[in-house]
């Protein structure tokens, strides 16, 4: 097969369709298959680079060149022979407007793919809410990130759409460090975005009630709620027994999950944003770690309560502290709830998987 993969979100960058854009890729290469990658970024420029030993082209972010770059596009298409579209993100733009008409146009398959935000974005904004009508109904096949994701779309696309979960790469366990240093203390640990929808303010009030435990908290990740959460620490009397990492990546980041008692994520629904699955419970789900998250979009598809982890209501903290508290007390609970989460991760949600799945349904959208 000869696959063009769009995505809006370059795959330098950390998030989960970066994550996808990069895996799709090296697994369908290994696979046999021919792979070229368009890139869309806000720098403005048309640039051609390498990427796994494939092209990737870089496009401008402006819907003033959509015109233009999908000339670029549909040359490529054309050069290359491809017989599959697959937009990754970017489906509800001007562009990938025109990307889908042209190639049903020209009877290419075409798959696009929704992660939950984009459609609760879209929603909000009358020229995007167009597109979400009309992309799907372009498009050869519809794929999401979870069941949950699948709901939010208008019922006569929900029907329609397939399930492409998150994946991980089961490798990523080696890549900690031999001689990793243990803390003392049981470390819950949180990796993500710091931003108001992930709950860390939740997480930090919900561990004040546990300070009667040995117990310390490990925050990985960066954004705009970062000086707020540090002084929210101080003002709950904990910032002694918590501590912000920073962005990290690779075997860093792999040691903190390694080195942690659980993972917590209280993650919270917004207007224009959701957590549409969170496969930050698979990465400590693949280190043998129980998960505490809330009933929240996708994420009870990603933890199954009471067998992999724990799940509470959003924005209750004390239950979120019970939840925490129930698994610190019986570690011979949270161990085995570790080791059916890793048997989970690997026998349903490699990157291997995944792609055998995405080839099946980018041969036939419509199956």
């Given at each position: 097969?000869?696959?063009l993969i769009i995505t809006f979100d370059p795959p330098e960058n950390t998030g989960g369709i970066e994550g996808?854009?990069?895996?799709?890729?090296?697994?369908?290469?290994?696979?046999?298959?021919?792979?070229?990658?368009?890139?869309?970024?806000?720098?403005?420029?048309?640039?051609?680079?390498?990427?796994?030993?494939?092209?990737?082209?870089?496009?401008?972010?402006?819907?003033?060149?959509?015109?233009?770059?999908?000339?670029?596009?549909?040359?490529?298409?054309?050069?290359?022979?491809?017989?599959?579209?697959?937009?990754?993100?970017?489906?509800?733009?001007?562009?990938?407007?025109?990307?889908?008409?042209?190639?049903?146009?020209?009877?290419?398959?075409?798959?696009?793919?929704f992660y939950g935000k984009d459609i609760l974005t879209a929603k909000a904004s009358f020229l995007s809410a167009?597109?979400?009508?009309?992309?799907?109904?372009?498009?050869?096949?519809?794929?999401?990130?979870?069941?949950?994701?699948?709901?939010?779309?208008?019922?006569?696309?929900?029907?329609?759409?397939?399930?492409?979960?998150?994946?991980?790469?089961?490798?990523?366990?080696?890549?900690?460090?031999?001689?990793?240093?243990?803390?003392?203390?049981?470390?819950?640990?949180?990796?993500?975005?710091?931003?108001?929808?992930?709950?860390?303010?939740?997480?930090?009030?919900?561990?004040?009630?546990?300070?009667?435990?040995?117990?310390?908290?490990?925050?990985?990740?960066?954004?705009?709620?970062?000086?707020?959460?540090?002084?929210?620490?101080?003002?709950?009397?904990?910032?002694?027994?918590?501590?912000?990492?920073?962005?990290?990546?690779?075997?860093?980041?792999?040691?903190?999950?390694?080195?942690?008692?659980?993972?917590?994520?209280?993650?919270?629904?917004?207007?224009?944003?959701?957590?549409?699955?969170?496969?930050?419970?698979?990465?400590?789900?693949?280190?043998?770690?129980?998960?505490?998250?809330?009933?929240?979009?996708?994420?009870?598809?990603?933890?199954?309560?009471?067998?992999?982890?724990?799940?509470?209501?959003?924005?209750?903290?004390?239950?979120?502290?019970?939840?925490?508290?129930?698994?610190?007390?019986?570690?011979?609970?949270?161990?085995?709830?570790?080791?059916?989460?890793?048997?989970?991760?690997?026998?349903?949600?490699?990157?291997?998987?995944?792609?055998?799945?995405?080839?099946?349904?980018?041969?036939?959208?419509?199956?």
């Amino acid at each position: 097969m000869r696959v063009l993969i769009i995505t809006f979100d370059p795959p330098e960058n950390t998030g989960g369709i970066e994550g996808r854009a990069n895996n799709y890729t090296k697994q369908l290469i290994a696979l046999g298959h021919f792979v070229e990658v368009i890139s869309f970024s806000p720098e403005g420029k048309y640039t051609k680079e390498e990427l796994y030993g494939v092209t990737l082209w870089r496009f401008p972010a402006s819907s003033r060149r959509a015109i233009k770059s999908l000339g670029k596009t549909s040359k490529e298409i054309s050069r290359n022979k491809i017989d599959a579209v697959f937009l990754l993100s970017g489906a509800l733009t001007f562009y990938g407007v025109l990307l889908l008409l042209r190639a049903k146009l020209k009877g290419i398959n075409t798959l696009i793919f929704f992660y939950g935000k984009d459609i609760l974005t879209a929603k909000a904004s009358f020229l995007s809410a167009m597109a979400l009508w009309i992309s799907p109904r372009l498009a050869e096949g519809i794929a999401t990130n979870s069941h949950y994701t699948a709901g939010l779309l208008p019922k006569k696309y929900e029907r329609r759409a397939k399930i492409l979960y998150p994946s991980v790469d089961p490798s990523i366990v080696d890549q900690v460090p031999v001689e990793a240093p243990k803390k003392t203390g049981k470390v819950l640990l949180f990796v993500g975005r710091l931003v108001k929808r992930k709950g860390v303010d939740d997480l930090l009030r919900a561990f004040h009630s546990l300070q009667e435990l040995d117990t310390l908290v490990d925050i990985v990740g960066d954004g705009p709620e970062l000086n707020s959460l540090q002084s929210l620490s101080k003002e709950l009397g904990v910032s002694d027994r918590v501590k912000f990492w920073g962005k990290l990546s690779g075997g860093a980041l792999y040691e903190r999950y390694a080195n942690c008692y659980l993972f917590v994520m209280p993650s919270k629904r917004t207007k224009t944003d959701v957590e549409g699955f969170g496969t930050v419970f698979l990465e400590a789900g693949l280190f043998g770690k129980p998960c505490v998250g809330t009933r929240s979009g996708g994420i009870p598809e990603a933890i199954l309560d009471g067998e992999t982890g724990l799940l509470v209501p959003e924005e209750k903290n004390g239950l979120l502290s019970e939840a925490l508290l129930a698994l610190l007390k019986d570690p011979s609970r949270a161990k085995t709830m570790g080791e059916i989460a890793r048997k989970r991760v690997l026998s349903s949600f490699t990157w291997e998987e995944s792609t055998k799945l995405l080839i099946s349904f980018l041969s036939d959208p419509k199956m």
